[in-house]
C-alpha cells in the first residue's frame, strides 16, 4: 500500500512541479527575462506542497484501502 501511495504521491507531484514551472516561465516570459532561480524554487515548492497534501490522502487510492 505505502509504494502505491509513494507512487501515486509522485507522479502527482511531477505534473505540478511541471505545471508550475510552465506558468512561472510564461509569467517571467510577459516581463523580458526568464529567471531560473525563481522557476526552480517555485517548482520545487509546489512539489513539496503537493507531496505534503497526498498526506491527507490521495482519492485515486482509495480503492486500496
Do not use: H, Y
Request: glycine content about 8%; some cysteine.
Amino acid at each position: 500500500m505505502f509504494k502505491n501511495w509513494v507512487k501515486a504521491a509522485g507522479v502527482r507531484a511531477l505534473k505540478t512541479v511541471a505545471q508550475t514551472a510552465i506558468a512561472t516561465i510564461g509569467t517571467c516570459a510577459v516581463f523580458a527575462n526568464v529567471n531560473w532561480v525563481v522557476v526552480a524554487s517555485a517548482s520545487g515548492l509546489a512539489g513539496v506542497l503537493s507531496l505534503l497534501t497526498s498526506v491527507a490522502g490521495l482519492p485515486e487510492l482509495k480503492n486500496d484501502l
